[in-house]
């Protein structure tokens, strides 16, 4: 798990694979907010038994959907990506009879 203003500001040149795991060096962390402390990578692993939970895929669905920008630094360019993100889950969380699936399922 990552705090969402780590993610938006996520970087191509702050991930690289290191043998089965996808791994993302975020710039500032909430408790190294001046950036001197040692910079250990967070992990992300596939999930192939739960495609619909995996991470990769997720990556890799996206970028298909919306291409990999090679002028752009940013994995998620643009502006407000925070609220757009808020206001589409609080769109499809009010979403007739989700809440109730959701309550359902735990």
């Known amino acids: 798990m990552s705090r969402s203003a780590n993610t938006v500001s996520l970087c191509y040149n702050h991930m690289e694979w290191g043998e089965d795991a996808l791994k993302v060096f975020f710039a500032h962390m ?3 907010q001046r950036g001197t402390r040692p910079r250990d990578p967070r992990h992300i692993y596939a999930n192939p038994l739960m495609p619909e939970v995996c991470p990769i895929l ?21 502006n407000d990506q925070y609220d757009r ?5 609080r769109r499809a969380l009010e979403t007739p009879g989700l809440a109730n699936e959701l309550e359902r399922v735990g």
């Open 30 to 32: 909430k408790n190294d």
């Open 58 to 78: 997720a990556l890799g669905l996206y970028w298909m959907v919306y291409g990999v920008d090679s002028n752009a630094n940013q994995v998620f360019p643009g």
């Open 85 to 89: 993100f808020r206001k589409t889950l």
